[in-house]
């Protein structure tokens, strides 16, 4: 039985990562979605409502689970005996950034750090974009898992969308 996590901040979870946890899905027998916390962020969704919006947008997905990351995300890889930590790529940026963190995991636990590219229609779909769009108005709808729209408002304090994109 092969175990890969798939971690990230899911602040909120969106359909990018919902892409690659299904392509991850594909390729392992257990993905356990590990939601942690980034240092280099400030998070807007509690913890906890990050792990309940991606347990209910990752729900259908046979062998997927969720958990929330205390510490470092090496201590879970650990636990569950994973094989794989898999991420995903939109660009080079990413890269440049995944990569030190790939490394890091290596050397802290031996497990690899895989990369699987997302589906190309979302490559602009970022979770602090995703917010940035909400906070001015705009329609997150397509974006995101239904019932992250309104979590992401209502943590900003923002009304549903009324005509903030222009397309
Ligand atoms: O979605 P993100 O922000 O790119 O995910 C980064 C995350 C949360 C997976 C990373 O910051 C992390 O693993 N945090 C948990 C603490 C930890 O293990 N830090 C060392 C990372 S090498």
Same mark, same amino acid.
């Given at each position: 039985?092969?175990?890969?996590?798939?971690?990230?901040?899911? &602040?909120?979870?969106? $359909?990018?990562?919902?892409?690659? %946890?299904?392509?991850? +899905?594909?390729?392992?027998? %257990?993905? #356990?979605?590990?939601?942690?916390?980034?240092?280099?962020? /400030?998070?807007?969704? +509690?913890?906890?409502?990050?792990?309940?919006?991606?347990?209910?947008?990752?729900?259908?997905?046979?062998? %997927?689970?969720?958990? $929330? #990351?205390?510490?470092?995300? +090496?201590?879970? *890889?650990?636990?569950?005996?994973? #094989?794989?930590? *898999?991420?995903?790529?939109?660009?080079?940026? &990413?890269?440049?950034?995944?990569?030190?963190?790939?490394?890091?995991?290596?050397?802290?636990?031996? %497990?690899?750090?895989?990369? *699987?590219?997302?589906?190309?229609?979302? +490559?602009? #779909?970022?979770?602090?974009? *995703?917010? &940035?769009? /909400?906070?001015?108005?705009?329609?997150?709808? &397509?974006?995101?898992? @239904? @019932?992250?729209?309104?979590? !992401?408002?209502?943590?900003?304090? !923002? @009304?549903?969308?009324?005509?903030?994109?222009?397309?």
């Amino acid at each position: 039985m092969s175990t890969a996590v798939c971690p990230g901040s899911f &602040d909120p979870i969106t $359909l990018g990562h919902v892409d690659v %946890v299904r392509r991850a +899905a594909t390729m392992f027998d %257990v993905v #356990v979605v590990a939601v942690a916390q980034n240092s280099t962020k /400030a998070p807007l969704l +509690a913890a906890g409502v990050r792990v309940e919006l991606a347990r209910e947008a990752l729900a259908g997905i046979p062998g %997927v689970r969720v958990e $929330l #990351v205390v510490g470092l995300l +090496a201590g879970l *890889v650990r636990e569950v005996g994973a #094989v794989a930590i *898999v991420k995903g790529l939109r660009s080079g940026a &990413d890269f440049d950034s995944e990569l030190p963190m790939g490394l890091m995991n290596r050397h802290l636990t031996g %497990v690899e750090t895989i990369f *699987v590219v997302g589906d190309q229609s979302l +490559a602009h #779909v970022a979770s602090s974009l *995703v917010k &940035d769009v /909400a906070r001015h108005g705009g329609d997150i709808e &397509d974006l995101v898992p @239904s @019932s992250v729209g309104r979590a !992401v408002r209502e943590a900003l304090g !923002v @009304s549903p969308a009324g005509g903030g994109n222009t397309v």
